[in-house]
């Protein structure tokens, strides 16, 4: 896979997870340490997503 394609990946997975924090979020029944983990995981995403672009 190219550095173009990787890092389409990474942004479509970053935008997939934003929408699942904000419903989670909305959800009375989510758990917080669920929202914690995805939002970890989209932090580590974006930090991914910086360093590939600036490379």
Do not use: F, P, Y
Request: proline content about 0%; glycine content about 2%; aromatic content about 0%.
């Amino acid at each position: 896979m190219n550095l173009d394609a990787h890092l389409t990946e990474l942004r479509k997975k970053h935008e997939t997870l934003s929408d699942k924090v904000e419903k989670a979020q909305a959800s009375l029944g989510t758990d917080d340490l669920d929202i914690v983990a995805m939002k970890k995981e989209k932090l580590r995403i974006k930090e991914e997503i910086e360093r590939l672009s600036t490379a």
